[in-house]
């Protein structure tokens, strides 16, 4: 199993989980064109996707399902909630998943499970091949028990880290914006992510990565100050997605 982002951040968020000849991209708030040029910076094609997997109906991740899979006969998973707010219930190849349930898509196992956020049902995921697991945890503004549970003893990590909430009190967003983002159903600090990492089951982890950073309301230093500090690692050995260039390939043995 391998995985790879095609960005992360406000503009758009893409992610390619690839086990055996499957490949899934998770969310799409890239255009057709942008999906093209950021697969074959990882010597892939929109050809070569199985399916898209929706976590929730905010633009910055699915403002390119709908024209992606139109284009290229993809299938798109979503929730009930997710599907009806993006307005995906509309497409013949749109199919529903529950935030509880475990399903599959050809080789990759996706076990899904319900974060707070400010979307009608959001979820974030683990992905697996039978013997690793990889969790991803974005777009979500508090930690529950069981977030907590669902990625436990994960082999890689996909981690929110969103702002620094120094940065975010001294930034120009008006008011009410720097509420919903630092809020209950907003998205994770530096700390809060640390704070669930340090809590979790690390000794399987080969990879760690810090994504959907601020690029207003953070640093890449501050991120990786922070998880590695929850490890007890260097800061070298956590990744950091990026924006335009996204995350190249890796692979989870």
């Given at each position: 199993m391998r995985f790879a982002l095609l960005g992360s951040g406000s503009r758009g968020n893409g992610m390619v989980i690839e086990v055996g000849r499957s490949l899934v991209l998770l969310d799409c708030g890239f255009s057709v064109s942008q999906v093209k040029m950021r697969l074959a910076n990882l010597g892939k094609r929109p050809e070569d996707l199985t399916a898209v997997v929706v976590t929730h109906e905010h633009s910055d991740h699915v403002s390119g399902v709908a024209?992606?899979?139109?284009?290229f006969d993809l299938e798109v998973w979503a929730t009930a909630g997710t599907a009806q707010a993006a307005g995906l219930n509309e497409s013949a190849g749109c199919r529903l998943f529950d935030c509880?349930?475990?399903f599959a898509i050809d080789e990759v196992e996706a076990m899904p499970f319900p974060v707070?956020?400010?979307?009608?049902?959001?979820?974030?995921?683990?992905?697996?091949?039978?013997?690793?697991?990889?969790?991803?945890?974005?777009d979500v503004g508090?930690?529950?028990?069981?977030?907590?549970?669902c990625l436990d003893g994960c082999d890689a990590l996909v981690l929110e880290c969103n702002h620094d909430p120094a940065l975010l009190a001294a930034g120009d967003y008006p008011p009410?914006?720097?509420?919903r983002v630092g809020g209950r159903h907003g998205h994770l600090s530096n700390g809060q992510a640390a704070d669930l990492l340090g809590r979790l089951d690390g000794t399987r982890l080969q990879h760690v990565v810090a994504a959907h950073l601020s690029e207003k309301n953070n640093r890449p230093q501050l991120a990786q100050q922070a998880l590695a500090g929850a490890l007890g690692c260097e800061m070298e050995w956590i990744a950091v997605a990026d924006q335009d260039a996204g995350l190249g390939w890796r692979e989870v043995f």
């Open positions: 024209a992606l899979a139109r284009n509880h349930a475990p707070p956020h400010d979307a009608r049902e959001p979820s974030q995921f683990v992905f697996g091949n039978g013997a690793r697991r990889l969790g991803l945890l974005t508090s930690l529950t028990p069981h977030i907590a549970e009410s914006l720097k509420q």
